[in-house]
């Protein structure tokens, strides 16, 4: 494979198909030769191939060098390549371009891209525009978005607390991890714990950052299992979640673990957590 890879490449300057260029960068990118790839999508871009921008912008952002992913992406754009619109947004979120990054998402939600119109539902969650992003959401869903449908359904449990969102929690908790812990919640909220627990250790197991803190609450909370709980604040805190910092330096504090919990409300606080910066604040005055 490695041998046809490089008699392909030997003779990409003579080649002017911009398809068979970039379905070479494609299979070079594949093999984890992110350098070459880049040859060949730059290759394709010059000869005028919207898709070769694209997937150029691709490229970039994936080894990290956001500025030039974007100008790549605008080049697709202004090619015609519309799949682009999501990733610009994408890549200027990352740079902290917000209103730019809107107007992407604006723009591939014109191209009929639901991706586009659900990212920015969540950029003004973000930005504290809940209702909003709602409406966003629930336009995104009247498309027939499942995962949509799924967002919006959440949403509204976080804003209502209403029980009869239940059957709505259900059918999004496989297409959005909000919707599961939202269901969690819910199931906690009627008196029935096991399938509750039972329900988040299952997000847990496939990968859902957003359950570990509600599992290790539950944890804490209804089963008196200590350790279990700070087993899961541990998992969270692993898998990227900083609320989970607090959390755990509350179960430390009151075990009389103070260096730990300091160290955990430290943490929290450095991530943007008020209730950790709070608590910090209250330990060291």
């Known amino acids: 494979m490695g041998k046809d890879l490089d008699g392909r490449l030997r003779r990409l300057h003579a080649c002017r198909d911009a398809d068979v260029i970039i379905e070479l960068g494609c299979d070079l990118a594949d093999a984890g030769r992110d350098r070459d790839a880049e040859r060949c999508f730059r290759r394709a871009a010059e000869l005028g191939a919207a898709l070769g921008w694209f997937n ?52 591939a939600g014109r191209a009929g891209d639901s991706q586009g119109g659900l990212q920015l539902a969540f950029l003004l969650r973000e930005q504290g525009e809940s209702e909003e992003a709602l409406a966003v959401a629930e336009q995104v869903a009247a498309t027939g978005d499942a995962g949509a449908a799924a967002v919006v359904a959440s949403w509204q449990w976080a804003a209502t607390g209403d029980v009869a969102l239940e059957g709505e929690l259900r059918m999004g908790a496989g297409r959005f991890a909000g919707a599961r812990t939202a269901l969690a919640a819910l199931l906690r909220a009627t008196d029935r714990l096991a399938e509750a627990r039972f329900t988040l250790e299952r997000g847990a197991k496939l990968g859902e950052t957003p ?59 450095a991530d943007g957590d008020d209730l950790a910066a709070q608590a910090l604040r209250e330990l060291e005055g």
């Open 56 to 107: 150029l912008g691709n490229s970039l952002a994936a080894r990290g060098r956001v500025e030039e992913a974007a100008d790549a992406y605008e080049q697709a754009l202004a090619g015609g390549e519309a799949d682009a619109w999501v990733n610009l947004g994408l890549v200027l979120e990352e740079l902290g371009d917000l209103a730019g990054a809107m107007r992407a998402y604006e723009g």
């Open 211 to 269: 359950a570990w803190l509600p599992l290790g609450n539950l944890y804490v909370e209804d089963l008196r299992d200590l350790e279990a709980a700070e087993e899961a604040y541990r998992a969270g805190i692993a898998a990227g979640d900083p609320y989970c910092h607090h959390n755990l330096a509350v179960l430390l504090a009151e075990r009389g673990d103070l260096d730990g919990a300091l160290e955990h409300f430290r943490l929290g606080a």
